[in-house]
């Protein structure tokens, strides 16, 4: 039996659009389906400034042209030496700066000008707590003594914790939570929430790993192991206010993620809302769904959910639908989650 569902129209709560050709070929798959989308400052030229953050906007809104109807970009701003207090505080008064990013140096794509601990910006974060601007954190160690796959919760242990106890009214999101210990964070610290993407909720790193390494799903933090997913599942699936979808839609160019050294980020802006509705649905709790994809975030960041309704159908037959993207720049861009998307239907009426 066909199964319908109806949603305030969602939110993406962490994603890059880029710049240039890749972002005229991405933004229409985010604008055409999520109300507000929490931008990400790691352009090549990182988004620092006020300034920068209004023009970027702007660019946004001119490659989502028609589609840009009901779509909101939420700016951030890169935290670095380089971000000035005043024009932080200018750029939240007036509306056009939401929230501030912070990446560990060499974490991850285009993080070379993030911090070496992120203890080092205390003062900032203080100042960010008394006027209510959130912190979201790329929370990964970059210790190249500590496993892979214990990244996650090494950073949250060394580094996240020791702020959250000097600063606890700093509003923190720990952006694509990975693991159990993530999971856990969250649930024991007040004022900090999750961000949770649909590769982690649905892949394991034997996915990412046999028959061979799949370059299409590495990302990081890396996809960990099965417990480890099913512990993000459980508490998602339950409704829990403090996690919410943010898909970190990362779109590589095919001639980045399969060279010599796959460039890290999975893009899942066309289909990732099904994914995520196939978990739901699989676990038998689609009347959660909702809740982590169009109310959570938003009661978080101090928004009211979207009047308008996105309605997804799942149906037996399975449709074909387009497993690349094209840029006028002649590349070519990989569509993750094709398979649960091709059981889907949706649509905002
Ligand atoms: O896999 C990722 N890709 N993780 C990030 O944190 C950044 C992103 C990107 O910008 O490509
Ligand atoms: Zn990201």
């Known amino acids: ?62 490659a989502a042209g028609d589609q840009s109807a009901g779509f909101h970009p939420l700016m951030t701003l890169y935290c670095s030496s380089n971000l000035e207090q005043d024009d932080l505080l200018k750029g939240h008064e007036t509306g056009i700066v939401k929230a501030v990013k912070y990446y560990p140096a060499g974490a ?34 970059t210790n190249t003594e500590i496993d892979l796959f214990d990244r996650e919760a090494a950073f949250l242990e060394t580094e996240l914790h020791p702020l959250c106890e000097q600063v606890p009214t700093l509003q923190v999101t ?32 034997s996915d990412l790993l046999t028959p061979e390494f799949d370059p299409d799903l590495f990302c990081k933090p890396i996809i960990n192991s099965e417990p480890d997913r099913q512990a993000i599942v459980d508490v998602v699936t339950s409704g829990n206010p403090s996690f919410f979808l943010g898909t970190d839609s990362a779109p590589h160019p095919t001639s980045e993620k399969y060279g010599e050294q796959a460039k890290a980020g999975i893009f899942n802006a066309a289909y990732g809302l ?34 308008d309704e996105l309605v997804l159908t799942r149906k037996q037959v399975e449709v074909e639908l387009a497993s690349t993207l094209s840029t006028s720049d002649g590349d070519q861009v990989v569509l993750f989650g094709i398979d649960e998307a091709s059981h889907w239907t949706v649509s905002l009426p």
């Open 108 to 141: 991850t794509t285009n993080s070379s000008q993030g911090g070496e601990n992120i203890l080092d910006f205390i003062e900032l974060f203080e100042t960010m707590a008394d006027h209510g601007i959130p912190l979201l954190v790329h929370a990964e160690s």
């Open 1 to 62: 039996m066909d199964l319908t569902i109806r949603i305030p129209r969602p939110d993406d709560w962490h994603v890059h659009l880029r710049d240039g050709a890749m972002l005229e070929a991405v933004v229409g798959y985010t604008a055409n389906r999520f109300r507000y989308a929490m931008i990400m400052p790691n352009l090549s030229h990182p988004v620092a400034t006020t300034e920068l953050a209004e023009h970027y906007r702007q660019r946004i809104l001119n």
């Open 174 to 205: 720990v952006e694509h939570v990975s693991t159990s210990a993530g999971v856990d964070f969250v649930l024991e610290h007040s004022r900090v929430a999750a961000s949770v993407t649909p590769h982690h909720l649905s892949r394991n790193k």
């Open 274 to 307: 099904e994914v995520v509705a196939e978990i739901f649905a699989k676990e038998n709790k689609i009347e959660n769904f909702s809740a982590f994809a169009s109310t959570n975030g938003a009661a978080f960041y101090g928004y009211e959910p979207s009047e």
